[in-house]
């Protein structure tokens, strides 16, 4: 689907990280694999380091760290909040929602709107089309999205293709009306028939949890991992990343009649350096333009990677100038989409510490 959507804006964004570091080195000696090869992949996809909870941590406690961050810095008055948006994988509870327990212990007026939305790896743009919708409404002046997931604790230890990649965050992105008449041009793609690309098999009500569904068992390449543990067929999503995504920024910069050097900032999802060099080459947008520092410095924390790759590339920049976007989204779902829009004279746009 394509969408267009008038007088928007983003005023703000805080990205939340764990304090806890791991280096790739640090848990080398957990893959079944020799310390050769694991350096080679390495040096292959740009792993490092990354950003994971203690154990017991879940999205609200990050959320809520951020939220109170900003409302004791006069950044943001609870009383202008209209809607709570939470676009995560990884709730506290099945039920119920993680939006309705943030809005709870923050006291957020009854009035507000809570939804949490089941959305991965495209999820920033997801929950930005939401709220740009949200905001349609008359009385709907504020939304405050939310991206924020725990998944290395889904993630087998032992599983040398996700563990090294996976890292913890929340951001925090304010969205407002404009006063001026600006334009954002967006598209969204979906295809369930490669669902189980990136998939947790049990855990849900298809395949609850059981004694079987957690023991550990080793797959042909050697990673061991239990069917409660993420799983990703890395080679299907490389191919249906480099397949798909270029086709679509290049039609969405055609609507909007923008050429590419007319971007400023190409912020994509952080799947990983190589995948993302492969993309920037394909669709001919220079290197330095597609930051893709995010892996090896706090790990892939699904939708939250875009704020995060924007707080940390950008930071205070963004307070004072203004640049055109062309923000991307694609993987778990399978879901693919993208945004094209200005974003600049913010009110924050910081990094801080749980």
Not at 236 to 260: H, M, S, T, W
Not at 319 to 346: H, R
């Amino acid at each position: 689907m394509n969408l267009k959507f008038h007088r928007k804006k983003i005023t703000g964004f805080l990205t939340v990280l764990p304090s806890r570091e791991i280096t790739f080195e640090d848990e080398m000696q957990n893959y079944n694999f020799s310390a050769a090869k694991s350096m080679k992949l390495k040096m292959a996809m740009g792993y490092n380091k990354h950003r994971v909870v203690d154990e017991g941590t879940c999205v609200s406690d990050l959320c809520i760290y951020g939220l109170n961050y900003l409302l004791e810095n006069g950044l943001l008055r609870k009383e202008d909040i209209d809607a709570l948006l939470l676009v995560t994988q990884s709730p506290d509870y099945q039920m119920p929602p993680t939006s309705n327990i943030i809005q709870g212990k923050l006291g957020l007026g009854r009035e507000v709107i809570c939804m949490d939305i089941n959305q991965g790896c495209c999820g920033f743009i997801i929950g930005l089309t939401e709220a740009f919708m949200l905001l349609e409404q008359e009385e709907v002046n504020k939304v405050v999205l939310l991206n924020a997931d725990v998944l290395s604790r889904k993630v087998s230890k032992r599983d040398r293709n996700s563990n090294p990649l996976i890292g913890d965050a929340a951001t925090i992105t304010v969205i407002e009306k404009s006063d001026s008449d600006t334009t954002v041009y967006g598209c969204i793609r979906m295809d369930g028939t490669g669902a189980d690309a990136l998939m947790i098999p049990a855990g849900g009500m298809r395949m609850p949890a059981s004694v079987e569904t957690s023991e550990m068992k080793e797959d042909s390449v050697g990673n061991f991992r239990s069917l409660e543990h993420l799983v990703m067929k890395g080679d299907e999503v490389f191919n249906f990343v480099q397949r798909e995504v270029p086709p679509l920024i290049e039609d969405l910069l055609y609507r909007a009649a923008c050429g590419k050097e007319e971007v400023d900032w190409y912020m994509f999802h952080q799947p990983n350096r190589f995948m993302l060099h492969k993309l920037a080459d394909k669709l001919g947008v220079p290197h330095e333009k597609m930051p893709s520092n995010i892996v090896e410095n706090f790990g892939n924390a699904s939708g939250a990677t875009i704020p995060t790759n924007i707080s940390f590339n950008i930071g205070g920049r963004l307070k004072q100038e203004q640049y055109m976007f062309c923000l991307a989204g694609f993987g778990v779902g399978l879901t693919w989409g993208a945004l094209l829009m200005k974003i600049g004279n913010l009110d924050f746009n910081e990094i801080i510490y749980y």
